[in-house]
């Protein structure tokens, strides 16, 4: 039970992924990190099937997901996207119900079990009382919930979350970064792509690093996050330290990045600094 | 957007009690379009006259009119709403994406083409409209799931604008073509009859129940593509279906009537309006609510310019313009 990338080629008509060979673990709470443009939204979506691929396969729980019908991939994997569109004229109580229809038939008619798992996925995401509001009225940081609840509703195994936080402030962000934390405490495998490496090293058990369309580096964030790592991969030379909250690592710059400056001058800064 | 019409409207009044009033809307409607023509001295009283040239007017001009009213109304206000949702654009019509234009082209070419005098006219309406809407979407990207909306109504007005170049090409190669093509170009249902009504309904009610079909998936696409995709409904399918579906209910319209544009620009935007974002139950509203439109409009082009009668598109036009520019500008919330 895993998702395994196998000699990946895909993206949009100039930047491709190359050779992408992965394996993401069932269980894990795996982020993908890296520079802009470095391809990790084209992998989320390119796992989702929201890109077809050029060469390669995306093996899904062991099912190739090229020969799936896209009902049943939805089953298996829920996506949220980086711009989720806010439908017009839709009560979040309707958005979550949206996330059975992978589950239901042609006119979805709701089943007792879809209205069981609506209330759980309303509940689990704490937005109970918005039922009946319209999407289109939520804060930011309300709507990214409503979306996150329709992925629970969906009841799948696997979740992908593209850069769930961007746009939102910081106690939303962590909001939603805890709220993902207790989705993978109830045993679901997510994949999120992130920007902030901070996060990443907090909440994810898995990083996956990418750098100019290939694997860079896979491991835990303790394993791998090294300022090395970090200045091979976005070109930026940082400090590694503990958070003084929860011990995970954090990423500090190192302020000057003027080239005049050599390797020893920026190092001397670095322990002023200490 | 604290202010949208749409979200406040949306499940105000109770949805039994809104249903009825449409119903009751459309009842009347239609008694209107029965009352009014030509022979004024001939009205609702005249129902259940005997033979007699009383009920020959209503039950061989007046009745097969209303009827048509009523299928071209669901027919046209289902196909914008279809169109307005497979493209997630609020600008979507058969007018505007080319659908009419394209039908009136294929039923051009089914007159002037010896190859195709076998094929029934409404097929090669179908078929006209349904390669227009191919070619809109190809040209904005919609087969691959990318849809660009400015291209899409660019695409739209350059497929249309080819298509009746070739429609009014046909027209000046045979004289006697020009007058029954110029009828596709206006809008008209002044000497409908029987046996157009029946084609209306062959079409417009299993229309009607496709669209039905495919209203949770037009759901689905309001959340775009990528969560459609998500959750199992792939965008490129639902815009597919929906064009074939819009194309059947646009061809067999165009090729009764004409093009009878804003029924499916306004209707479907009332109906949201109205009714909230949910197709299941804007499907049936959007089709209550444009035969609706058509059997008054139709009773409005009777009366307006007595003796003689408006084209009831021109009527059509005359009440969803303003209507549609009153939501434009004063209900931002327009997709």
């Known amino acids: 039970m895993s998702i395994e990338l196998t000699d990946i080629r895909a993206g949009y008509g100039g930047f491709m992924l190359d050779q992408v060979t992965a394996t993401i673990k069932a269980g894990e709470l795996t982020a993908l990190i890296g520079p802009n443009g470095c391809g990790k939204s084209t992998l989320l979506k390119t796992i989702a099937r929201q890109l077809p691929l050029s060469a390669g396969t995306v093996r899904i729980s062991g099912r190739d997901t090229a020969r799936e019908p896209t009902k049943a991939i939805a089953r298996q994997v829920a996506v949220l996207p980086q711009h989720p569109v806010v439908p017009p004229g839709i009560s979040v109580g309707q958005l979550v119900g949206y996330g059975r229809a992978p589950h239901q038939n042609l006119f979805g008619v709701r089943s007792r079990t879809d209205q069981e798992k609506i209330e759980a996925a309303l509940e689990a995401v704490a937005i109970a009382d918005l039922r009946d509001r319209m999407v289109s009225e939520l804060s930011g940081g309300q709507r990214q919930r409503a979306f996150l609840a329709m992925c629970v509703a969906q009841d799948t195994p696997y979740v992908l979350l593209d850069e769930p936080t961007s746009f939102l402030d910081i ?23 992130l920007h902030d490496i901070g996060h990443a090293a907090r909440f994810a058990t898995n990083l996956v690093v990418m750098k100019d369309g290939r694997l860079y580096a896979t491991g835990t964030p303790n394993q791998i996050l090294t300022p090395e790592l970090v200045e091979q991969v976005y070109g930026l030379r940082t400090r590694v ?15 000057n990045m003027q080239p005049s400056l050599g390797h020893e001058t920026a190092r001397t800064m670095c322990v002023g600094l200490d | 957007m604290s202010h949208s019409v749409t979200a406040h409207g949306a499940g105000k009044l109770p949805r039994g009690l809104a249903v009825g009033l449409a119903l009751a809307v459309l009842f009347s409607g239609a008694l209107f379009s029965l009352a009014t023509g030509g022979r004024s001295d001939v009205g609702l009283t005249d129902l ?16 097969p009119r209303m009827f048509a009213a009523t299928l071209l109304g669901l027919n046209l206000s289902l196909s914008g709403l279809i169109l307005q949702a497979a493209t997630r654009n609020p600008l979507a019509s058969p007018a505007i994406l080319g659908l009419n234009q394209g039908a ?24 006209g409209a349904f390669g227009a809407g191919v070619v809109t979407f190809a040209i904005s990207g919609g087969f691959t799931g990318r849809m660009d909306s400015l291209r899409l109504v660019l695409g739209g007005v350059a497929v249309g604008a080819f298509s009746y170049a070739m429609v009014r090409f046909a027209f000046t190669l045979e004289d006697e073509l020009a007058r029954s093509v110029v009828r596709w170009t206006v809008g008209d249902i002044t000497d409908i009859r029987w046996p157009a009504v029946r084609r209306l309904a062959l079409w417009g009610l299993p229309g009607l129940f496709a669209a039905l079909a495919l209203s949770q998936r037009l759901n689905l696409m309001a959340l775009g593509q990528a969560s ?43 109906a949201k309006l109205l009714f909230g974002g949910d197709h299941r139950i804007l499907v049936p509203v959007s089709a ?48």
């Not at chain 2, 259940?48 to 009745?63: L, Q």
């Not at chain 2, 319209?253 to 093009?259: E, F, K, L, R």
């Open chain 2, 288 to 335: 209550l609510l444009g035969a609706a439109l058509m059997l008054y409009a139709d009773g409005v082009s009777k009366v307006l310019t007595a003796p003689v009668e408006a084209p009831v598109g021109v009527v059509v036009a005359l009440i969803g313009a303003p209507w549609f520019l009153w939501q434009t500008v004063f209900a931002r919330d327009l997709s």
């Open chain 2, 48 to 63: 259940w006259a005997p033979e007699g040239i009383a009920a020959t007017v209503i039950y061989d001009t007046r009745a």
């Open chain 1, 171 to 193: 106690k939303y962000q962590y909001e939603v970064l805890e709220l993902t934390e207790t989705l993978h405490a109830a045993g679901k495998t997510i994949v999120a792509v």
């Open chain 2, 228 to 270: 459609a995709q998500g959750l199992g409904a792939d965008s490129r399918i639902t815009l597919l279906l929906g064009t074939l579906i819009a194309a059947a209910l646009t061809g067999v319209s165009v090729s009764v009537a004409g093009p009878i544009a804003f029924v499916g620009l306004v209707v479907p935007h009332l």
């Open chain 1, 241 to 255: 330290y503990a958070d003084p909250v929860t011990g995970s690592k954090m990423v500090s710059p190192v302020p």
């Open chain 2, 104 to 127: 009136a082209l294929g039923l051009s070419l089914g007159l002037v083409l010896p190859l195709f005098s076998g094929v029934p006219l409404q097929v090669m309406a179908l078929v």
